[in-house]
């Protein structure tokens, strides 16, 4: 999947709480007749419930995250002593098996596959089952010995979803109370103060309060049967969770060790709660665009910057990349969104007074009843920049709060930071296989956390057989994983479902319109802006007050200001699921029945459609392979441009949404392949205004040239290590080696060369890199990459070489839109490489060296200057000046003006856990998904074939 930037569980944008702390619970079991616990079958129904095998996985770091404070100490000797075998049962078990496979792609055989992933069966072997137990009569767990999955088997619907709850609790009952805190925007009164930056993104980002979470609720049931039926599921989810929390009051070692600590207890958990943690995750993963203010206030600086609106909207344009027919694809499809609004109506897209713009509503720091001493900010601290010797993050558990409060902050990440992003698929047809059958290496990244935000099952009763993972206090459905004999995964998509709509101030009383107006213009009326207190009260009493202000048309209010005629104005931002943050369910219930997904690939993509959220969907059988677009994305009016706010008057107001069907997709497709990571979904599918990296040049190319390579190569039949090969190959890529840095090279090369020694150096070191393939990876082990100096002088010339070609003569616009220019693997999350200045490099490139392009621009920026335009000798002269100043900076990070001392290590890139209070050793880079699964079918094909009518 893929997140809003680079922080390591989520960037906090959510739900919240009106007042007060998080209710309690009132959800009840419905009456039962108890049911005698039949004994368990002695294999542990292995591969029962119409397995028809051929599932694997991986979840590092592994399952269980309650830990007892012995255990907590014990992660903390196990860190401290570098010993991988150290930690309690079932914490850290997966690290080691994700860990090998960096060190041992692309030599993956058939025969070591196992040994990188587990098995995915249904079920439990005989010899396999550590514990079964009945959390109520109609349900058995079966915990397996291997890893500690719990095997869920409900005598009755309810009894499944009751023990979904409950092994939830079990195994993650600290994360999912963290998570729904961040939803509520109640996380200060876990933890203090520390918690009032998240809670203020999350008020500010979907203000909610404890009504409109429980009106979604009753909305859902009203929907119709399958809402019935999912508020019935939920309920008992809830009840189950709330057994265990009961069972820790009478029982309080079965309370994670952090509450003890922290001096706190778990509240019951609630419906809302669950809706809390599904816009959690839904507006970070599930969403695209939104930043329509910053891309005007960056085009007015870069107009003022080079004194033309016209040039400063070339380079913007350019830069976006929009529909380029460069841009890799994962479907064929000519699928037309946003591409029919016509010429833009100067009155919809209104003219900001950049300078008056201000945070308005909760995105202001709240007041509180009492000043604190000391707090004068709620801005978290930036994270230390990683040195030329970073090391790795091995400490003890604390054992103090204030240590803990530090510590849970890691989980409720800072926004500002951003969210790991890397997930991919990779899914072969059965015609290049060696058995016929489809092969899918794929999985989301939703960043490395300790606890995990997912987690994961293995569920059975009426109407439910599933193994997969969920988003911990939102799982009751598997979200990503197998069926009986399909399996399913996603990425994030990033469509365009967020609107930055500016509303024109007026005073509903009929007075003077200023900024503190509390009414805006509509349709000829004053509508009147919603506004209510959302109250936290701190463990030391103190209550923080946030004043919420939204729209009821465009959502929340987040800033305030003037229009550049001076107009007072407030913009709201508008996302597609706000005010349904549950409907996605009906999606999710739908893929976990094993009758209604019969109906094969068709059936997934009706699936699909019932989820709002945007992601790329992916499905393989024993016949098909299959993509499918998700998400609740509007249909914009005329004359408004998507990368700009529109004027939210009524006139320009979405017209309703992109039906499923007219979604990118794509089935068993003529090259034999499906790939995704994270890039564009089809052509003519137009990316959001928070988008700038679907060019010539994706990450999802180095996953493209290895399986077109193992297609076309004659003779060879594909088996399931052939595509871990590809994917782990291709994740130890930097992509600028591979993809850029032989056109930098190119242009480097001539007559004009420096007469400096050390710059002429750094270029040889940089082309024996390309030669090696631009991997980042210690293959022989010993602690060092084989291309460390290269590596280095890369990372530190990256961004001057960008603001040599992209500089003041064309309005500095990395800067003054705020862009990503580099994605490095020394943010140690392990994700790389999906934003960034990669593709606009070499498009210049090409264009300065005279190379035939089939996208993008058509006029070279490299070199140009105020007063002459660009030219190969400029470029050439600029290029080698950047370097020089990288070679500057890494003498001083480096300590040392000698070249051979400037290197990169592993530990430089190593990926780190982002803990609760348990540490856990890190892990070699590598550029891939948090959960994966590896998928060919042993035995029999879906029922129907694609193109089906059901």
């Known amino acids: 999947m893929r997140g809003a930037g680079r922080a390591g569980l989520v960037a906090i944008v959510a739900l919240v709480v009106a007042t007060g702390p998080i209710a309690s619970a009132a959800t ?89 992933f587990k098995d995915e069966s249904f079920g439990v072997k005989a010899s396999d089952i550590a514990r079964v137990y009945d959390p109520q009569p109609d349900v058995t767990v079966i915990r397996d010995k291997t890893s500690g999955v719990p095997h869920i088997y409900g005598r009755t619907r309810y009894g499944a979803l009751f023990g979904e709850g409950y092994t939830t609790a079990e195994d993650r009952l600290l994360a999912a109370d963290v ?128 004194g033309s609106a016209t040039a400063a909207r070339k380079v913007f344009d350019d830069l976006h990349f929009v529909d380029d027919p460069a ?122 956390n300790v606890p995990g935000l997912l987690m994961e099952k293995d569920v059975h009763g009426p109407g439910i057989d599933a193994r997969g993972v969920g988003f911990v206090g939102a799982d009751l459905y598997v979200q990503l994983g197998r069926g009986t004999d399909y399996a399913f995964s ?42 209510f207190d959302h109250e936290t009260i701190a463990p030391d009493g103190t209550t923080y007050t946030w004043h919420v202000e939204r729209s009821p048309d465009y959502g929340p209010i987040v800033q305030r200001g003037r229009l550049a005629t001076g107009e007072p104005i407030a913009v709201a931002q508008k996302r597609s699921t706000y005010g349904d943050e549950l409907g996605s369910a009906v999606g999710f219930k739908r893929l976990n029945d094993p009758k209604y997904m019969k109906g094969g690939y068709d059936a997934f993509r009706e699936a699909a459609h019932g989820i709002d959220y945007t992601f790329n969907w992916f499905y393989v ?95 060879r039949k594909i088996v399931p290590a052939d595509v871990v090969n590809a994917m782990g190959d291709a994740g130890t890529v930097d992509l600028r080696a591979e993809q850029v840095l032989p056109l930098l090279l190119r242009v480097m090369t001539g007559d004009s060369a420096p007469a400096d020694d050390r710059l002429l150096a750094l270029r040889k070191e940089l082309g024996i890199w390309v030669k090696d393939g631009g991997h980042r990876k210690d293959t022989n082990g010993d602690g060092a990459y084989e291309d460390g100096g290269a590596i280095a002088v890369l990372d530190a010339w990256w961004r001057p070489l960008t603001d040599a070609i992209f500089g003041s003569a064309v309005g500095t616009p990395f800067e ?40 993008g621009w058509k006029t070279a920026y490299c070199g140009r200057t105020a007063s002459a335009p660009a030219s190969l000798a400029a470029c050439r002269a600029a290029l080698w000046s950047s370097l020089a100043r990288a070679a500057d900076s890494l003498t001083t990070q480096f300590s040392s003006p000698d070249p051979a001392k400037w290197v990169r290590t592993p530990a430089d890139d190593e990926i780190r856990f982002d803990p609760l209070l348990a540490k856990v050793l890190p892990m070699r880079w590598i550029n891939r998904p948090t959960f994966q699964q590896v998928v060919q079918l042993q035995t029999r094909g879906q029922a129907k074939k694609p193109g089906g009518k059901r």
């Open 28 to 116: 009840t079991a419905p009456s039962t007749t108890a049911v005698t616990n039949p004994a368990v079958d002695s294999s542990g129904k292995y591969r029962g419930s119409s397995d028809a095998g051929g599932f694997r996985n991986i979840y590092a770091p592994g399952q269980d995250a309650n830990l007892t404070p012995a255990e907590l100490q014990q992660t903390g000797a196990a860190v401290s002593a570098n010993d991988p075998n150290g930690f309690p049962p079932h914490f850290a078990d997966q690290r080691a098996q994700y860990d090998a496979l960096t060190g041992a792609a692309p030599n993956i055989t058939a025969k070591t596959l196992d040994q990188y």
């Open 179 to 306: 998570l729904r805190r961040v939803g509520r925007a109640n996380l200060t009164a876990l933890v203090g103060t520390a918690g009032l930056p998240r809670d203020q993104v999350g008020i500010a980002a979907a203000p909610y309060s404890d009504a409109d979470l429980d009106n979604q609720v009753k909305q859902l049931e009203r929907s119709g049967p399958e809402g019935k039926a999912i508020v019935a599921d939920l309920r008992a989810y809830t009840a189950g969770f709330n057994a265990f929390i009961d069972k820790t009051a009478q029982d309080p070692s079965l309370l994670p060790a952090e509450y003890q600590l922290l001096g706190q207890k778990p509240v019951p958990w609630t419906p809302g709660d669950t809706i809390a943690v599904a816009a959690v995750v839904g507006s970070i993963f599930g969403k695209g665009g939104g930043t329509e203010v910053r891309n005007a206030c960056g085009l007015a600086a870069m107009t003022a910057a080079t």
């Open 327 to 448: 841009a890799p694809t994962t479907s064929t499809h000519d699928t037309p969104y946003d591409t029919n609004l016509g010429p833009v109506d100067p009155q919809a897209v209104p003219a900001l007074d950049c300078a008056a713009m201000t945070p308005a509503g909760a995105t202001v720091a709240p007041v509180s009843s009492r000043v604190l001493a000391g707090v004068t900010s709620y801005a978290a601290p930036d994270a230390a920049s990683p040195g030329a010797a970073a090391v790795s993050t091995a400490v003890a558990a604390p054992t103090t709060r204030a240590a803990a409060v530090a510590e849970v902050m890691s989980l409720a990440a800072d926004p500002a930071d951003g969210t790991a992003s890397m997930s991919n698929a990779l899914l072969v047809s059965g015609a290049h296989t060696q058995t016929g059958k489809p092969i899918a290496v794929f999985g989301p990244q939703v960043g490395y």
């Open 490 to 531: 996603a990425t994030s998509s990033g469509a365009d479902n967020v609107d930055s709509f500016v509303l024109k101030l007026c005073d509903p009383s009929g007075g003077a319109a200023t900024t503190t107006s509390e009414g805006y213009e509509r349709k000829g009326k004053c509508v009147a802006i919603q506004t």
């Open 621 to 715: 059988d024993a016949t098909t392979i299959g993509y499918q677009h998700s998400g609740k994305v509007p249909l914009r009016a005329k004359g408004v441009d998507p990368d700009l706010p529109t004027i939210g008057d009524g006139t320009h107001d979405w017209k309703g949404y992109l039906p499923g069907a007219d979604q990118p997709w794509e089935v068993n497709p003529g090259s034999g392949f499906l790939t995704s990571w994270n890039n564009q979904q089809a052509p003519g599918f137009r990316p959001s205004d928070a988008q700038w990296s679907y060019g010539p040049v994706h990450r999802v190319t180095l996953l493209n040239e290895r399986l077109a390579k193992l297609v076309a190569t004659k003779n």
């Open 816 to 855: 003054a839109l705020k862009l990503v220019v580099d994605d490095s693997p020394q943010e140690h999350k392990g994700s790389s490489f999906d934003d960034g200045s990669y593709g606009a490099v070499m498009q210049d490139l090409h264009l300065i060296l005279g190379d035939k392009t089939t996208g």
